[in-house]
């Protein structure tokens, strides 16, 4: 009688451990972050081509030149705040009870949320249609901070849950993979020579 508990038990574990680790399920799906790395990196080069496109018709090279200067340092802002954004999720995960962990989480969430606001507006108002020297044409970016902070939101949230399942290193490499370097942000001296 006991053997067949303790198989029972084993079984659970079992299933537990693979439904919480499990690729395809939500619980486990950190895409949200790697779209929002590639929304935001999407900004630089199309920036860049309209700052190139007011240069050549004002034929001052200048324009093109402090305008990549002024980017940079606000996409550095926002790189800054993203590696701080997916330490501070797994920090929250990892650290508390699952009630804390959300609360913790919504407050980077907003953060980081602002941030990408701020640096939106930048782009939008620098890129408006006759937004500067009447250069014609709005540039599209597919970046939207409430979206992709919402996204995210519910992305570390099942990671939040999928985690509880876990146990010891498995929850540590679990949530340790949003911090690799392919989830990190393109410097951006790279994206600026694309």
């Known amino acids: 009688m006991k053997r067949y508990n303790l198989l029972i038990v084993l079984l ?68 800054l705040e993203w590696r701080m954004y997916r330490g501070n999720m797994n920090s929250c995960i990892m650290n508390n009870s699952s009630k804390k962990a959300k609360k ?8 980081f949320r602002d941030t990408m606001i701020n640096y939106n507006n930048y ?12 250069v014609e044409g709005d540039t599209k970016f597919d970046l939207n901070p409430a979206e992709t902070s919402t996204k995210l939101n519910e992305s570390y949230f099942n990671a939040n849950d999928a985690a509880g399942r876990m146990k010891g290193n498995s929850k540590k490499e679990f949530l340790g993979q949003t911090m690799a370097d392919d989830y990190a942000l393109t410097p951006y001296n790279q994206l600026a020579t694309q």
């Open 123 to 134: 782009i939008t108002n620098l890129t408006r249609k006759n937004g500067y020297l009447g």
């Open 12 to 79: 659970l574990l079992v299933f537990n451990l693979t439904t919480a680790q499990k690729k395809g399920s939500p619980a486990a799906d950190f895409s949200a972050v790697k779209e929002a790395k590639t929304k935001i990196e999407n900004t630089v080069p199309l920036v860049i081509k309209h700052l190139q496109d007011i240069s050549t018709k004002e034929n001052d090279p200048n324009i093109l030149t402090n305008g990549k200067i002024a980017l940079a340092k606000e996409y550095g802002k926002v790189e």
């Open 104 to 111: 913790c989480m919504e407050y980077h969430n907003t953060m």
